[in-house]
């Protein structure tokens, strides 16, 4: 009888840029929260893997344990599976990568949730209680003793987002580390989500086939009421959206209603850089609170942008960077290294840009074939992946064959971008700006880049000389 369950979503162990400030996804609360309102016992983490054996090693009480996992965690979150099975414990684990990849999970838990698990869930809990069948669980895959595998066929995306009840972090354990990124990291950052889906289809990204490409939005209302149960003077917002302004209709009148309602809070978010196509947009989005955007620039050379499928051009990029500085609101951009017309030279001419267009702050990311993309299906296809090592797949290592350079130089390229636009020198530039958050964060960055050197040794020495043999799974 299931009556005790717990919820884990375990942080990395490789040193990242999210080390210091870490944001735990919303899968596991928003489950922990359906099913404590179905009179459930349950208590949510996100913690470390020798964090997790340190609290339950001599106290382990459960019927359950869900485990959400991406594709950078799977290894650990297997391996913390194992451990639970060990015990004589149930366990079933979902997420964007064992939805691409529930075989492979298999091996390690008893039950596999393949897409949005807000129906799947319950209706698993509900089988185990002897209530209904396995077969009934929508995107449930499982171990048969007489049939194999079975794979259930995956569940329509929740459409009415309202449905879904209010994340609970009462629930949530993350240890000594208070919630917080962005502009006000010594508040506790607080996640919403407002809506699901992407209608794009850049190649490199899992969101559609996950979530879907039609958008799914949440009631003005609904959100709202959401905000009002937290106090602006201890915590902040980041809208957990994929683009939070993809209505621009709609994500005026939130914004105007936060306005109207005084509610004061500071908030980030993610968007595309189309959003500055709109001033009055803009405009809301600071009188709202907006201090922080993290925008997807991808690159700045047009074949690459067209090799992604990422419509937009460099001169939209830096209008959009003008647009927003002189609003005061403050820029990450994301930049991609490794596409197949990608060289030395364009990962250079992007920290160029990014320098003399004076970006607050920016993450240069070693492109990564994640399961469910269509990009990894075409790595598989020309047999280019190097080798299945998930923890590795984290935007900091190079786990394909690039076209126009080595795999050494590809990982050269990104230490040196961060190298170059962390230097002290240009950390030092911010703060002559008066943009001291991006100081602080550049004094952090040049310390990471230096360390992360130290800490991957053993990884860089072994690609310095890469064969190109493929290597086998690592699960």
């Known amino acids: 009888m299931i009556k005790k369950i717990i919820f884990l979503e375990l942080k990395s162990d490789k040193l990242h840029i999210y080390s210091k400030f870490e944001l735990p996804r919303l899968g596991n609360i928003i489950l922990a929260t359906i099913m404590k309102k179905k009179n459930y016992d349950v208590k949510a983490y996100f913690l470390k893997e020798s964090e997790i054996y340190n609290r339950f090693d001599s106290n382990l009480t459960a019927d359950l344990v869900a485990i ?53 869930l319950p209706m698993l809990v509900d089988a185990l209680n002897n209530q209904i069948s396995l077969k009934e669980v929508p995107g449930l895959a499982w171990k048969d003793d007489h049939k194999g595998i079975i794979i259930n066929e995956i569940a329509r995306p929740v459409d009415n987002l309202d449905s879904i009840p209010y994340s609970d972090f009462t629930l949530l354990d993350t240890g000594d580390k208070v919630m917080g990124i962005g ?98 947009l803009l405009d809301l989005m600071v009188k709202a609170g907006c201090e922080l955007l993290y925008i997807g620039f991808e690159s700045v050379d047009p074949e690459a942008l067209k090799e992604m499928k990422k419509s937009q051009t460099v001169e939209e990029i830096k209008w959009a960077i003008k647009e927003i500085r002189k609003r005061g609101i403050h820029i990450h951009g994301m930049f991609v290294f490794g596409f197949d017309v ?63 350079m080595s795999v050494w130089e590809l990982q050269q390229a990104q230490i040196e971008a961060h190298k170059r636009f962390y230097a002290i020198k240009h950390v030092i530039s911010r703060l002559l700006r008066r943009r001291i958050w991006a100081f602080l964060i550049g004094i952090y960055a040049n310390r990471l880049n230096r360390k992360w050197v130290k800490w991957e040794k053993t990884y860089l020495e072994g690609i310095k000389n890469f064969s190109g043999i493929k290597k086998v799974p690592t699960v």
């Open 68 to 120: 959400s996992t991406i594709t950078s965690t799977a290894l650990v979150s297997y391996r913390v599976a194992d451990y639970f099975r060990s015990k004589g414990i149930k366990v079933v684990i979902g997420g964007l990568h064992v939805t691409f990849q529930p075989k492979e999970a298999l091996e390690h838990a008893d039950f596999c949730i393949m897409g949005e698990g807000e129906k799947a």
């Open 183 to 280: 502009f006000n990291a010594t508040k506790q950052t607080i996640p919403i989500q407002t809506s699901r889906g992407c209608p794009y289809g850049c190649t490199f990204c899992s969101v559609t086939a996950m979530f879907g490409r039609r958008f799914r939005y949440r009631s003005i209302q609904n959100i709202i009421e959401e905000m009002k149960k937290y106090n602006p003077k201890k915590q902040t917002i980041f809208f957990y959206d994929d683009n939070f302004t993809s209505n621009v209709k709609r994500t005026k009148e939130l914004l105007r209603e936060i306005i109207r309602l005084k509610l004061n809070f500071s908030w980030s978010t993610q968007v595309r850089v189309d959003v500055a196509k709109d001033s009055e």
């Open 342 to 404: 990608d060289t030395l030279q364009t990962t250079r001419a992007c920290v160029d840009f990014a320098i003399k267009e004076k970006i607050d702050t920016v993450q240069f990311i070693i492109l990564t074939p994640f399961p469910g993309t269509e990009l990894y299906s075409r790595m598989e296809d020309e047999n280019r992946i190097i080798d299945y090592q998930w923890d590795q797949y984290d935007g900091h290592h190079v786990k394909f064959i690039p076209k126009k």
